[in-house]
């Protein structure tokens, strides 16, 4: 495994942030499901990914809870939790709400500190307009309100010795800016791959302010695999059949055919993509199998290193052409679109 430092903090995580949104069933049954991710989650650990990515709300903290309870290494884990603080429908900051979303992960995950709280602000706006620019100016509107008691809130929870850093999870680039231009986070975690790169224009501006930032889903939940790459091939019941991935296919077809060379492994292509920036510290990856998890770590072993040892810099004409491309369908499906519409589940 390689590592990288989050930002100009002391943060040494591994290339690959473990996500375990999908991984389990969401409750405790002892399902083939739940056999196969606890031995992804045992192996990956085992096997030097040293970075989690969990919340709450994913239902599934119970398995990772259970494996790390008894894995020698959990006291080397750096962990990433969502808190989502204010929750939609709510005004204003609430300082026990916080407080209890980390101590019930810290209890959950048998750890003393969770090394990245990824805030996400929901609030007053309605659900539908939560993570798209039309909703923006509600929550910017909300920002300040929302900032101060947090960083307050966190800053005593870091003297207590129970967090590290903060980050925002921004979902829109407006919202972004702000956060950048705050001066208040130590980086943002969003989502960052082939087709989404959103966040690509920040990035210069966050390497100069010594902010990091953590990518997720690199392969677009799953699309960007040698599995699913050809939408044809999908299996009847497969979950990308939902007609919200058309639009990404329709995308990623003009993408295949601007680029010079189709990628022989676009497994590894996208976690190459995904890394392909020094200002990024890790991409949160959701891995459900042994045998997901090993075509992950192969896909980072068999990509180039650059000079400081990290995953290099792709051709920077291929991430051109893959920004662009994100921001034509952005701009096709309009405003309200909530981000490229990939569905969480
Ligand atoms: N709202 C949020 O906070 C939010 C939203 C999204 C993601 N996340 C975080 O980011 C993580 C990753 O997101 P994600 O799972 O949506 O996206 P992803 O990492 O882009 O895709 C992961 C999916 O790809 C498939 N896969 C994984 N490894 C593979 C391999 N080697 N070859 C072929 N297929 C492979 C698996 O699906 P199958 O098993 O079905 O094949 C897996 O569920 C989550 O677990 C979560 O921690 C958070």
């Not at 069933?25 to 002892?30: I, Q």
């Not at 020698?72 to 204010?86: A, S, Y």
């Not at 058309?246 to 995308?251: A, F, N």
């Not at 990024?280 to 045998?291: F, K």
């Amino acid at each position: 495994m390689r590592y990288r430092t989050f930002g100009n903090t002391d943060l040494r995580v591994s290339e690959i942030c473990f996500g375990t949104m999908r991984y389990a069933s969401k409750s405790g049954d002892r399902g083939d499901q739940n056999k196969a991710a606890a031995r992804a989650l045992e192996e990956a650990v085992d096997k030097g990914i040293n970075f989690i990515h969990s919340s709450y709300e994913y239902g599934t903290r119970w398995l990772t809870g259970e494996v790390l309870s008894r894995h020698p290494k959990r006291h080397e884990l750096h962990h990433i939790i969502k808190v989502n603080v204010p929750e939609w429908g709510e005004k204003g900051f609430d300082r026990s709400a916080f407080r209890k979303q980390i101590e019930d992960a810290l209890r959950d995950l048998h750890t003393d500190r969770i090394a990245v709280v990824q805030h996400l602000q929901r609030g007053t706006l309605p659900r539908e307009l939560g993570y798209c620019a039309e909703g923006e100016p509600i929550r910017l509107s909300e920002f300040d309100a929302v900032t101060e008691p947090l960083v307050e809130e966190f800053t005593k929870l870091k003297k207590e010795g129970k967090v590290g850093f903060l980050a925002s999870f921004p979902y829109t680039v407006g919202f972004a800016r702000r956060v950048v231009d705050s001066g208040l986070f130590s980086g943002l975690v969003a989502y960052y791959n082939v087709l989404e790169t959103e966040m690509l224009d920040l990035f210069p501006e966050m390497q100069k302010r010594g902010m990091g930032f953590i990518g997720i889903r690199p392969f677009a939940a799953g699309l960007l695999t040698n599995k699913r790459v050809r939408r044809e091939s999908l299996s009847a019941g497969d979950r990308l059949r939902d007609p919200a991935f058309d639009r990404l296919y329709d995308q990623l077809g003009e993408f295949r055919k601007a680029i010079k060379e189709e990628p022989v492994d676009w497994t590894r292509f996208a976690i190459h993509f995904a890394l392909s920036h020094p200002v990024i510290a890790s991409t949160v990856v959701g891995i459900n199998t042994p045998e997901q998890l090993d075509s992950v770590i192969r896909a980072i072993e068999d990509s180039p290193i650059d000079d400081k040892g990290n995953t290099a810099p792709l051709d920077p004409a291929i991430v051109t052409t893959a920004h662009s491309l994100t921001m034509k369908f952005r701009e096709k499906f309009g405003v309200k679109a909530p981000g490229s519409g990939i569905p969480s589940y």
